[in-house]
């Protein structure tokens, strides 16, 4: 006895209305194609355009670069995925034409679709699914190739059942795989590519994907070209367009400089500029160029507070916190208007996200008052002190996001007035990765910027029960907190699990275990004008398989 | 060739094998007590979300956990060998690593090395033949003022003022021509002064030995006197400074590679040590000694043939900047 | 020291002792901006009334103006402040590195030119690996190594000074010892550490304290690189290099660089200027 989750169905049906509508249209505008988004224009053939990118990341071990924030651009052009998650988080059918689950969400069922196969020749069949989901559970850890990190940990095994069905099981239920699916990690690899040792696979050259680019080029540290392939047919509906791509080439630029980014686009060198400092965003515009500041769905970008240090293990201390940020402030100061106010500790867009920004609204006095509440008196010199310790807080900026510094700096004033002594520390990605953790003794906040494909995925981090992150070091002390865990896991369907969620966000915001900062903007595009209908998909990963240049 | 010159030759040889073996084995030392590695950072990433006991997992199947004194020697015989290993970050071998962008950084060190002798003879021509009134004290200010400035700063103006404003070059295409000649202005410019400190140091002291009056009594031509009386004996050392600017023009290419986008060693040194590719460092690192001690024996080699006044006594060379000599590296310092 | 002495040399035969003594204007010009310097990194609060860490927001990204001479950065903040309250931290750290180069340079020179033999061996070579690798590379890898901060910056600055100090004071010692006053000295059976106290370090130290102001202005210039490539202090931090590097992702509003730019430079000239004036009149 089997079924789709509701959640899946319901998407199912938007999809195919969607695509119906759009077949009806495509029939009155031309024969040449067709794209939602932006329908005024035609498509047309040819044209080459250059991306410019910050980094090209580091290894180009499929499962070991595929959720860089840089890397991801190029996997996205060249491979494919089962299923297609759009911005609003809505999963469609790709590679998989449909699937089913049983009750319990412990067995999936993927019927894959037939014809499509990867650049270097081999078929995409049941046996190359089960090569990919395979080696993204376990990679090669030996060989130096890593599992795809936020797999589910729950698989157990799949099987072929005949050319084009694949079987998956899992130890225990697992909603959450459907859309993991669509998520940047995992791409779909040939193979005969999955096949090669390590450095092999970091020759990107040698690696096949299925996607509507294939490498020609590309040199570490400098540039990837990608031009189309031409016998390509199997895009993913929700875009409206399943042909081959428009654009015959993209190159990936390397220039590091953001400032020299957006000037090469300014000045016509190149046509999109990845990563632009937000002050510039407001006169681009005004320039005529197409900004693009997609949100991608996750955790939006805030702190994880560590309950184990004092006196963040006083709820009215980290209320105080949640209160007396200007999150507004922020906002006008270091981004621009289109960056939005958290609602909620993950993205407003995220399906299962509900409105509780009435919590995260700036109330000075209030947070004046639940610090004299605990305790905490002001000195001469404006810095609250409590048993002859001022009320401190270090903050660690998050080296992923560029804007961090400037935020940390902008709250550490805000939180001055109210008489905290704030420092901040900067590392280097490398440095951060191994001085700050979730919970680490000297981390009252743990800067956060996650992705993610599913609400689900917030189970994990809550506690340290099931190899959870305990982001908030609170092991298994809060019982509420574990009960709504433990609920939000095992839920078999979306209907039973976006209440627990709902609850989950109000807790959670109101323990202050969560301070939210500002919704997560952490690709920003600033594109020429003339490049057409590209794509942003749940990860905020521009596509230009459907984009083109207009007259 | 007499036997005090093979003598002293082979003495040197010996030096310079030495002295670029323990700079390798320094190299190591210093990078290995670098905090972190590429392989922990990747996993790190928060966008991966591994817990931290399947972090040591992955690492303990790497067998990253050898200790320092074995990675030394199987690194050692590996650079023996010419076995530069693989980098941890990008999975790739190191000497493909190094041969893709070497001729990138060559070209750049080259022309940039071309453009800091073409300024600095200007200059030191200047100083001597422009009229005082001319601005001859303010061109002798110029080395002082090419010091001054850090490159960034020279290369974030040139690649706005002619990238941008002119449009002479196109930034995003910096192996171009144009692209490639402001680069090497950049990286030229603070090398330009060390090499015009020293000639018109020279040129002064050479201009008033006696024969330089004589020649000018003679009626010679001004420019004629320059090229053949004063540059000639100038340049010898000169030749000196060139050999020891090597190391700066691989030490600014890091800067000038950052700022205009070239893809060469300094921007691969730049990545490496972002994410603490402990081997590419090392490979790099030894390379640079590698040119710097070969480049300077060339130099100490020929200098006793070139110059009959240096003499080679019981295996000393007398060259200007000699080991018991302080100069080598101070080229600035002695000159300004 | 050739070259140097090259110098000396045709300075002091082309001028009059007296003429050279006789301070140039733009020396005396070169002292003023150093000692405005050292003035805002004592008391940088009698130089501007806004703070260099809280700013307005709204103000943000303003031009020079007689309000805010140098503008205002990214979070309205007021540059010049920043400027001159990170004049501390700039000069310290420069300061930090020659000392380190003085220092640990000196005392390996003094070690190899005063015992000779094996210790003069053994150090030439070690000296001889410290000049082989690139200079600012190996600042690089050793800030790196200890990590990023502008003090280990400065560290790593120092460090790769070392190899240079120690050739001056080593040929130095060399030529004092060989001085015919300091041979008499031993003759007349004076202490080697009362001869080494009494001729030889006064003696060294005369060619080492241009070449020490001189590496001064170099350090700042290698600090504001490390600090440009990112190996610098956290916010609110605002070194000159610091200030450069923020200042170049916002070159829309091309004072943030300029600005710390050119106090920098003129600092780093004036410097030598004067480093150059000492030498002549030594």
Do not use: C
């Amino acid at each position: 006895m089997t079924e789709r989750s509701s959640l899946l169905s319901l998407s199912r049906r938007r999809l195919l209305i969607t695509t119906s509508a759009v077949a009806a249209a495509a029939l009155l505008v031309s024969a040449t194609g067709f794209t939602p988004a932006q329908a005024a224009d035609t498509p047309k053939d040819g044209g080459d355009i250059t991306f410019l990118i910050d980094s090209l990341g580091d290894s180009w071990i499929p499962n070991n670069s595929a959720i860089s924030s840089f890397q991801g651009h190029i996997w996205g052009h060249v491979t494919d995925k089962l299923l297609y998650v759009d911005a609003e988080g809505k999963v469609s059918p790709w590679l998989a034409e449909r699937w089913e689950q049983n009750d319990n969400a412990t067995e999936f069922t993927l019927y894959l679709k037939n014809g499509v196969t990867f650049s270097d020749g081999a078929p995409l069949d049941a046996a190359a699914v089960v090569a990919n989901l395979d080696i993204w559970y376990a990679g090669r850890k030996n060989e130096g190739i890593n599992p795809i990190g936020l797999f589910p940990k729950t698989y157990d095994r799949a099987e072929a059942v005949d050319a084009s069905t694949v079987k998956v099981f899992f130890k225990k239920p697992t909603l959450g795989f459907i859309p993991t699916l669509g998520y940047h990690g995992s791409i779909l690899i040939s193979p005969k590519s999955i096949g090669q040792p390590a450095s092999e696979q970091a020759d990107l050259s040698k690696t096949a994907g299925s996607g509507p680019y294939v490498v020609e080029s590309w040199k570490e540290g400098d540039h990837v070209t990608l031009v189309k392939r031409k016998d390509y047919n199997w895009g993913p509906a929700a875009v409206g367009h399943t042909g081959p791509a428009f654009l015959d080439s993209i190159t990936y630029k390397l220039v590091s400089e953001p400032s020299i980014r957006v000037a090469s686009v300014q000045s016509g060198q190149a046509d999109v500029a990845y990563n632009a400092s937000p002050q510039e965003l407001k006169s681009l515009k005004e320039e005529g160029f197409t900004i693009a500041t997609p949100r991608y769905l996750g955790f939006v970008n805030g702190w994880a507070v560590n309950t184990k240090i004092a006196p963040y293990d006083d709820v009215k201390v980290r209320q105080a916190l949640q209160t007396g940020i200007n999150r507004q402030e922020i906002i006008d100061t270091v981004y621009t208007p289109d960056w939005k106010l958290p609602t909620s500790f993950i993205q407003s867009n995220v399906p299962g996200a509900t409105d509780h920004g009435a919590l995260l609204a700036y109330h000075p006095d209030k947070a004046e008052k639940l610090l004299d509440e605990a305790g905490w008196v002001k000195g001469a010199d404006g810095i609250r002190v409590k048993d002859g310790k001022p009320l401190t807080l270090t903050l660690h900026s998050n080296p992923y996001l560029a804007t961090s510094k400037s935020v940390d700096e902008l709250i550490s004033q805000q939180l001055g007035k109210l008489g905290w002594k704030v420092n901040i520390r900067a590392y280097d990605v490398v440095t951060y990765g191994e001085k700050v953790k979730y919970g680490g003794p000297a981390i009252p906040t743990y800067e956060v910027t996650r992705s993610f494909i599913d609400a689900g995925t917030v189970a994990g981090i809550l506690t340290n029960a099931n190899n959870g992150e305990n982001w908030f070091a609170l092991d298994d002390r809060d019982t509420t907190l574990n009960g709504l865990r433990d609920k939000i896991a095992g839920a078999g369907s979306a209907e039973e699990r976006n209440p627990l969620l709902d609850t989950l966000q109000e807790y959670v915001l109101d323990q202050g275990y969560f301070i939210p900062r500002t919704q997560i903007v952490q690709r920003i595009y600033v594109q020429s004008p003339t490049l057409k209908g590209e794509v942003y998909n749940g990860v905020a990963y521009a596509s230009y398989y459907t984009a083109f240049i207009a007259d | 060739m007499s036997n005090a010159y093979l003598t002293y030759a082979a003495k040197r040889l010996g030096q310079a094998v030495v002295v670029i073996l323990l700079a390798y084995v320094f190299t190591f030392v210093v990078v290995s007590i670098l905090p972190g590695d590429p392989i922990t950072s990747v996993l790190r990433n928060p966008q991966n979300g591994f817990s931290e006991e399947e972090i040591a997992e992955i690492i303990a199947a790497q067998g990253l956990d050898k200790p320092v004194i074995i990675q030394l020697w199987n690194s050692l015989t590996g650079f023996l060998t010419g076995d530069l290993g693989m980098s941890m970050r990008s999975n790739r071998p190191v000497s493909t690593l190094i041969s893709e962008v070497l001729p990138s950084t060559l070209i750049l060190a080259s022309v940039g090395l071309a453009v800091a002798l073409i300024l600095a003879i200007v200059v030191a021509y200047g100083t001597r033949f422009l009229p005082k009134r001319y601005g001859q004290g303010l061109l002798r200010g110029f080395p002082s003022l090419f010091l001054s400035v850090p490159n960034f700063v020279i290369g974030l103006v040139l690649i706005h003022l002619f990238g941008f404003q002119l449009g002479i070059f196109r930034v995003i295409n910096p192996d171009s021509f144009w692209a490639t000649l402001f680069a090497a202005i950049a990286l030229g410019i603070p090398i330009s002064a060390q090499i015009a400190e020293v000639l018109i140091a020279n040129l002064d002291k050479e201009a008033e030995q006696e024969y330089a009056a004589v020649a000018r009594s003679r009626g010679l031509g001004q420019a004629r006197l320059f090229a053949k009386h004063l540059l000639k004996p100038a340049s010898l050392p000169v030749v000196t400074v060139i050999a020891l600017t090597i190391g700066e023009l691989l030490g600014g290419s890091l800067i000038t590679e950052t700022v205009f986008g070239r893809t060469g060693i300094g921007s691969l040194v730049q990545r490496s040590v972002s994410t603490q590719d402990l081997p590419v460092l090392q490979a790099i690192v030894s390379l640079g000694a590698v040119i710097f001690v070969l480049v300077n024996l060339v130099a100490d080699l020929l200098y006793p043939l070139l110059d009959p006044r240096v003499k080679i006594l019981g295996g000393q060379k007398r060259r200007p900047t000699t080991a018991d000599e302080p100069s080598i590296g101070s080229t600035k310092a002695v000159t300004s | 020291m050739t070259f140097a002495s090259n110098l000396t040399l045709s300075a002091s035969t082309r001028n009059s002792w007296a003429e050279a003594l006789r301070m140039p204007a733009i020396v005396a010009l070169s002292f003023v901006v150093v000692a405005t310097i050292i003035a805002w990194s004592v008391a940088p609060q009698l130089f501007t009334t806004y703070s260099p860490v809280i700013g307005v927001p709204a103000d943000k990204l303003l031009g020079p103006s007689t309000a805010h001479w140098f503008g205002t950065d990214h979070l309205g903040r007021d540059l010049y402040a920043r400027v001159v309250y990170g004049t501390a931290s700039s000069v310290s750290s420069a300061l930090v590195a020659v000392v380190i180069g003085v220092l640990a340079g000196g005392f390996i020179g003094l070690l190899a030119g005063f015992l000779g033999g094996w210790v003069d061996v053994v150090l030439a070579r070690l000296v001889d690996v410290l000049l082989s690798i690139p200079k600012f590379l190996l600042a690089v890898i050793v800030v790196t190594a200890i990590g990023f901060e502008t003090i280990n910056a400065a560290i790593a600055t120092g460090v790769s000074a070392v190899a240079i100090f120690a050739r001056v004071t080593r040929a130095e010692v060399i030529k004092t010892r060989q001085a015919t006053f300091v041979e008499a000295a031993f003759l007349s059976g004076g202490s080697r550490w009362y001869i080494l106290w009494r001729h030889v370090l006064p003696n060294a130290s005369r060619s080492v304290l241009p070449l020490a102001v001189l590496q001064f202005g170099e350090s700042i210039l290698v600090i504001a690189s490390l600090a440009f490539l990112g190996y610098g202090d956290p916010p609110p931090a605002s070194d000159w290099g610091l200030l450069i590097s923020i200042g170049k992702d916002y070159l829309k509003w091309p004072w943030l660089v300029y600005a710390p730019a050119f106090i920098t430079i003129l600092t780093v000239l004036s410097v030598n200027r004067i480093s150059r004036w000492l030498r002549k009149t030594d």
